[in-house]
């Protein structure tokens, strides 16, 4: 049975959108996303609100409960973040991946994370199993390391992602119950 999804999000974010020269302090972080091809929603403030949404989502502790097939994830954080250059990774006739580097500031200190996953998939595997999630590699990959572990509950985020150019993510991911 497949996995459902419930987003519920309370984000205040702060968002800079330093599109040239980017500050390339500590805490850049990247940023995957999967796009449509002559689709709706391509203007600029579109696309950079979805990648502003993508960085607090997966880099942000986000509170998760796994309810028989059904994950929810709860957010509230306040952070400010840059947008770095964008560079096109793949291409096909109906998408493209995009790799967008992100600054963040002003993060909260990190909860302790009782557990770590590394999460290694293929974009031939996120375009069949993603879901809700295909579009979003990092989501995709919270998604798996909640579904993975032992906790009903807890908070979880990515600690850093990876993508080879030869099709393969990994995706670390940080996971408590507290």
């Known amino acids: 049975m497949p996995i459902r999804y419930d987003y519920g999000?309370?984000?205040?974010l702060s968002c800079l959108l330093?599109?040239?020269?980017?500050?390339?302090?500590d805490g850049t972080r990247y940023v995957y996303e999967i796009r449509a091809l002559g689709g709706a929603?391509?203007?600029?403030?579109?696309?950079?609100?979805?990648?502003?949404?993508e960085a607090a989502?997966?880099?942000?502790?986000?509170s998760f409960k796994k309810t028989g097939t059904t994950i929810s994830f709860a957010m509230d954080t306040e952070l400010s973040l840059s947008l770095g250059p964008e560079a096109e990774l793949e291409r096909s006739a109906?998408?493209?991946l995009l790799r967008r580097a992100v600054t963040?500031?002003?993060?909260?200190?990190?909860?302790?994370?009782?557990?770590?996953?590394?999460?290694?998939?293929?974009?031939?595997?996120?375009?069949a199993e993603g879901g809700k999630a295909a579009r979003s590699p990092l989501e995709y990959a919270l998604?798996?390391?909640?579904?993975?572990?032992?906790?009903?509950?807890?908070?979880?985020w990515v600690v850093s992602a990876e993508?080879?150019?030869a099709g393969r993510f990994l995706v670390v991911v940080a996971l408590t119950d507290r």
């Open 18 to 25: 330093a599109l040239g020269g980017a500050a390339w302090a």
């Open 94 to 96: 109906e998408r493209v």
């Open 163 to 165: 993508y080879d150019r």
């Open 9 to 12: 999000y309370s984000i205040v």
């Open 104 to 127: 963040i500031r002003g993060e909260r200190a990190l909860p302790k994370a009782r557990k770590k996953a590394r999460i290694r998939f293929s974009l031939a595997d996120l375009m």
């Open 41 to 53: 929603g391509t203007d600029p403030w579109s696309m950079n609100m979805g990648i502003a949404a």
């Open 57 to 62: 989502r997966a880099y942000a502790p986000v």
């Open 143 to 156: 998604v798996k390391a909640i579904e993975a572990s032992r906790y009903a509950s807890g908070r979880a």
